[in-house]
C-alpha cells in the first residue's frame, strides 16, 4: 500500500515543478539569487529523477488504448443565465430535480477519489457554475486536494467580475470564457439574453487579475458570426488572451446543420489572408486546441476541430454531468451514475472498479461529424456548457446491501427512471419509449435504439404495452389470385401505372433469440464486433431502401420515412425489432417492413455467431398496413 502514495507523490512532482520535492530524490531547491538557467538545470534534473523512477499511471483511468485520463470536468448546474443558441433549444429544457443532483459533499468525494488515482486538473462547467451559490467553497475545499494541479472554470461571464477575486484566493488558477461576438446586439441574439458588457468586464477583470491567458472560447457559426473572425484574432494584440475559435458541433435541441459549419481550414485560411507570417505553436501533450501565434501579438488564437479532425488519438478528459452520470467522451453513447452508486453505499474500491469498466469501454475515437449529428446526445446544457443513447443504473432506495452485479452493470439512457422520464419528455422522446417505462419495469435492463428522435403518435414502441396489436379496423379484402402470377400461371410483376398515389404505411417485427451468453454481451455491448444493436438498426434501414433488388417481383418504392426499434427482452434472452415503413405511392410498403425486420434479425445473428450459433430468428410477421384499394390490416 505504501507504493500508491509515493506513487501519486512522484507523479504529482513530475508534473509541477513549482511545488518543493519530498519524494526523497536527490535534489535541492533553488536558492534566492540563484540564476535562472541554474534553477532551469535544477527543474530538468528533477524531472529526469522522476521519469525513471515514477510509477505506472492508475489502470483505472487508463482505457484499452492506453490513453491516461488526467483531466476531469465537472458540472456544478445545468441551469444557466443564458440560451445560447447551439446550446440548448430555445424553449430550454427540464431540469433534472434538486435531489437527483450531486450534493457538494458528493462533488468534493468524486474528485478526492480521482485525484487519488492521478487527476491533476478539475474544470468546473455547467449550465453556468458562477451561479451555484457554494462555488467559492468548492474551488476552497478542491484546492486542499493534494496532487490536484490545476482548478479551472468555464464560465458565460456575466457573474465573473463580481466573484473573480474570491474565486482566485480560494485557489482558481485558469479560467475560459464564452464569447460568440464582440457585437452588442448580436450577443442578445444569439444567448437571447443582456449581458454583453458583463462579459466584458470579466475579461478585463481576469487579465487585470494576472491571468496569462484568459482563454475565450468562441463558437463560429455560418452566416451568424464568421465574418468577427478577424476582430477576434486582433485581440490579441494587445491583450493576454487565448481566442479559441470552436466548430459548431451537435447537440440536442440546437438544429446542428452541416452547413452552418465553419471547418478549421476555413477559418485559418480567412485569418492568413489577414496575417500570413502567422505561426503554428508547438501542441502540448493532450491539448484539444491547435494554436497559432501573429508575431508580435501578445496573445495567440487556437481551433477547436472537434467536427472536422478529431483529437481523440489523444483525449485525456472525464466529464461528469451535474446529476452524477460519468461521461467517457463528449459525443460518446454510455454513461454509468456514480451518484447512484455512491447513495447505495458503494465503498471507494468498488467505485473504482465502476469507473474502470466505464473508461475500459470507451471508443478509440468517435462516430464522426455525420453521424455523431444524427445521435440523441443530451442537450450541450445537460452535458456541460462546452461539452446516446445511454443513462444511468437507477437510484433505488430501498437497496440496503451492495449488489456486485448491480453496480457493474452500465445501463443505457433508455432504462428510464422516473426522473428521466420527467426529463426526456421535453426532449422529444418517442411517448411510446416512455410507457415502455411502466410497462417493463425497473428491475431489467433495457437498451433501446430508433432511427430518429421526434415523437411520432402513430409509431409503437416495443414495450408489453405497445407490442400487442391492435384489434383489426378496416375492410380485410383478400384476393382468391396472386397478383403476381398472369393468365398462364407465369410469374409477372403486377402494372401499378394507373393506380391512384396515397398515403402508405406498414410495420413489420422479428425476434431474435440470443441465449443468454450473446444477449450479456449484446446488453452491455461487449460484442468485439462492435455495437449489434446499431449495425442491426442501420442494416434494417438499408434494406427497406434496396427492398426491390432483393425481392424480384417488387416495384421500387420511394419511401419517405424508414423506422427501426430494437428492444432487449431479458425474459427471454431476445432483442425484438419493429420495423415501419412510409411512402406515398400506387404500391403498399409492406415488404419494404418485412425484410427491414428480416435484415435487422440477420445482421444481428452475424454480429453474434462468433459467441453462439444457436440463435433463432423466429415471428417474422406483418403486423400493421395502412392505404391502398384493399384496406387496412392490423394483427389481431
Known amino acids: 500500500m505504501a507504493a500508491q502514495p509515493l506513487s501519486r507523490m512522484l507523479r504529482r512532482l513530475l508534473r509541477s515543478s513549482a511545488r518543493s520535492c519530498s519524494s526523497g530524490a536527490p535534489v535541492t531547491q533553488p536558492r534566492l539569487g540563484e540564476s535562472a538557467r541554474a534553477a532551469s538545470e535544477e527543474v530538468s534534473r528533477r524531472r529526469q529523477f522522476l521519469r525513471e523512477h515514477a510509477a505506472p499511471f492508475s489502470a483505472f483511468l487508463t482505457d484499452s488504448f492506453g490513453r491516461q485520463h488526467s483531466y476531469l470536468r465537472i458540472s456544478l448546474t445545468e441551469k444557466c443565465n443564458l440560451r445560447c443558441q447551439y446550446c440548448m433549444p430555445e424553449e430550454g429544457v427540464p431540469l433534472t430535480p434538486k435531489a437527483n443532483l450531486l450534493t457538494t459533499e458528493e462533488i468534493l468525494t468524486l474528485a478526492r477519489l480521482f485525484v487519488k488515482e492521478g487527476i491533476d486538473k478539475i474544470r468546473l462547467t455547467g449550465g453556468e457554475p458562477l451561479i451555484r451559490p457554494d462555488v467559492v467553497d468548492i474551488v476552497a475545499q478542491l484546492q486542499r486536494l493534494e496532487g490536484l494541479r490545476t482548478i479551472g472554470v468555464t464560465t458565460n461571464g456575466i457573474n465573473l467580475t463580481r466573484l473573480l477575486p474570491q474565486l482566485q484566493k480560494a485557489g482558481l488558477s485558469a479560467i475560459n470564457i464564452s464569447l460568440d461576438t464582440l457585437v452588442p446586439a448580436k450577443f442578445e441574439f444569439i444567448v437571447r439574453r443582456k449581458g454583453f458588457h458583463k462579459v466584458m468586464e470579466g475579461i478585463h477583470k481576469a487579465i487585470e487579475l494576472g491571468y496569462n491567458p484568459v482563454k475565450v472560447n468562441c463558437v463560429v457559426m455560418r452566416g451568424l458570426n464568421e465574418d468577427e473572425l478577424l476582430d477576434f484574432a486582433a485581440l490579441t494584440e494587445g491583450l493576454p488572451l487565448d481566442v479559441r475559435f470552436i466548430e459548431y458541433m451537435p447537440f440536442d435541441g440546437n438544429k446542428w446543420n452541416f452547413k452552418k459549419m465553419v471547418s478549421y481550414k476555413e477559418m485559418l485560411d480567412t485569418i492568413r489572408q489577414q496575417w500570413p507570417e502567422l505561426e503554428k505553436l508547438p501542441e502540448e501533450e493532450s491539448s484539444t486546441a491547435k494554436a497559432f501565434k501573429i508575431p508580435g501579438f501578445q496573445g495567440q488564437i487556437s481551433f477547436i476541430t472537434s467536427m472536422s479532425e478529431h483529437f481523440c488519438g489523444t483525449c485525456n478528459r472525464l466529464r461528469i454531468t451535474a446529476d452524477g452520470n460519468l461521461k467517457v467522451c463528449l459525443f460518446g453513447n454510455s454513461e454509468v451514475s456514480l451518484r447512484d452508486h455512491l447513495r447505495a453505499g458503494a465503498s471507494e474500491q468498488e467505485l473504482l472498479r465502476i469507473i474502470g469498466a466505464a473508461v475500459g469501454r470507451k471508443k478509440r475515437q468517435h462516430a464522426g461529424m455525420f453521424s455523431i449529428s444524427q445521435m440523441k446526445n443530451r442537450p450541450m446544457i445537460l452535458i456541460e456548457l462546452f461539452l446516446m443513447f445511454h ?104 402494372d401499378v401505372g394507373r393506380k391512384p398515389d396515397t398515403e402508405r404505411a406498414a410495420v413489420a417485427s422479428a425476434v431474435v433469440l ?40 417488387c416495384h421500387h418504392v420511394a419511401l419517405s420515412h424508414v423506422q427501426v426499434q430494437l428492444e432487449l427482452d431479458s425474459t427471454r434472452h431476445a432483442v425484438r425489432i419493429q420495423a415501419s415503413c412510409r411512402a406515398r405511392g400506387p404500391t403498399g410498403v409492406e415488404m419494404e417492413a418485412l425484410t427491414s425486420a428480416a435484415v435487422a434479425a440477420l445482421s444481428l445473428y452475424d454480429m453474434c455467431k462468433a459467441v453462439s450459433r444457436d440463435i433463432v430468428l423466429e415471428e417474422i410477421k406483418l403486423i400493421s398496413k395502412t392505404g391502398g384499394q384493399r384496406g387496412d390490416f392490423h394483427r389481431a
Open 514 to 553: 440470443l441465449g443468454p451468453v450473446a444477449f450479456k454481451l449484446v446488453q452491455r455491448n461487449q460484442l468485439k464486433k462492435g455495437d449489434a444493436l446499431v449495425v442491426a438498426q442501420l442494416a434494417g434501414i438499408q434494406a427497406a431502401k434496396v427492398t426491390s433488388q432483393l425481392i424480384p417481383l
Open 391 to 494: 443513462d444511468s443504473p437507477l437510484a433505488n432506495p430501498s437497496i440496503s446491501s451492495w449488489d456486485p452485479l448491480h453496480v457493474q452493470g452500465l445501463r443505457p439512457r433508455m432504462s428510464f427512471s422516473s426522473q428521466m422520464v420527467t426529463l426526456w419528455k421535453g426532449c422529444r422522446v418517442p411517448q411510446a419509449l416512455l410507457l415502455a417505462q411502466q410497462q417493463l419495469g425497473s428491475g431489467c435492463f433495457q437498451r433501446h435504439y430508433t432511427s430518429r428522435a421526434d415523437s411520432d403518435a402513430n409509431s409503437k414502441c416495443l414495450s408489453p404495452g405497445s407490442w400487442a396489436p391492435a384489434a383489426p379496423s378496416g375492410p380485410q379484402l383478400t384476393s382468391e389470385q396472386l397478383t403476381h402470377v398472369d393468365s398462364e400461371g407465369r410469374a409477372a410483376m403486377v
